[in-house]
């Protein structure tokens, strides 16, 4: 078979293993969502497409490995899957759909491929064991809320980047190192904040910055929401 359909399998719970066959191609929406017996999934060298909420709501996920050749994870791919720890992505991805791993509170490794042009709102929104993760230099925009209530230190802002969403950086608590590519037109980093190249937006003050005074740059005229939120060691800002 080529298709497993849409909701093919979706809430079979007593379902421990899961071996697709090589033959496919394209698995539908929710074709495995509400599996809660799984602990591992491989997905075959030859499928091309993933629907949405494909593995969602699979409680026992752990392990993913995804060898096909598709180029979006899609909307609520892995959505709420808590036990995920570890997933690996084919070069080919070049979209993490929206709330794609949103939910997935155990998510600690993930590999982003070089090729990757957009991570959208929400995709890695509540993944709070989420220290560390790499940012292409082929990225092009990161959505609204994409890394919200995760543990990430540092953010890579390559010089391709030219959308960041609203809050992208919201709540995250142990982010402390903005990095803007020099040539990247759109953005810059003073040492303290990330602002529009011009400086006539400030997008976002990292929550782990230890600093009780910061003086917002003279050419700003819009301070994004929740910008300074959540910074403990703010005392003044003028």
Not at 36 to 57: Q, W
Not at 81 to 86: A, G, Q
Not at 123 to 140: D, G, H, Q, R, V
Not at 177 to 193: L, R
């Amino acid at each position: 078979t080529e298709l497993i359909a849409g909701g093919a399998l979706s809430g079979c719970d007593e379902l421990t293993e899961i071996i697709i066959p090589d033959s496919v191609k394209y698995i539908g929406n929710s074709a495995f969502s509400n599996c809660s017996g799984i602990k591992s999934i491989v997905v075959p060298k030859n499928v091309i497409k993933t629907g949405r909420a494909v593995f969602s709501d699979c409680d026992n996920l752990e392990s993913v490995e995804i060898l096909g050749s598709i180029t979006v994870v899609d909307y609520l791919s892995f959505y709420y899957c808590k036990k995920l720890t570890r997933v690996v992505l084919p070069d080919t991805v070049k979209t993490i759909g929206e709330s794609a791993f949103n939910g997935c509170a155990s998510l600690e490794e993930i590999q982003l491929p070089e090729g990757l042009e957009v991570i959208a709102k929400k995709a890695f929104n509540y993944s709070p064991k989420l220290t560390s993760i790499n940012f292409p230099e082929s990225l092009t925009e990161i959505g609204d809320y994409a890394f919200e209530k995760t543990n990430i230190s540092s953010v890579h802002i390559s010089s391709d980047v030219s959308a960041i969403g609203e809050c992208a950086f919201y709540n995250t608590p142990n982010l402390s190192t903005i990095t803007v590519d020099e040539n990247n037109p759109h953005f810059v980093f003073d040492g303290k904040a990330l602002y529009s190249k011009d400086k006539s937006k400030l997008f976002c003050y990292p929550s782990g910055t230890e600093q009780s005074l910061y003086v917002i740059d003279g050419e700003t005229k819009t301070i994004d929401r929740s910008a300074f939120s959540g910074n403990p060691y703010l005392e003044a800002i003028t």
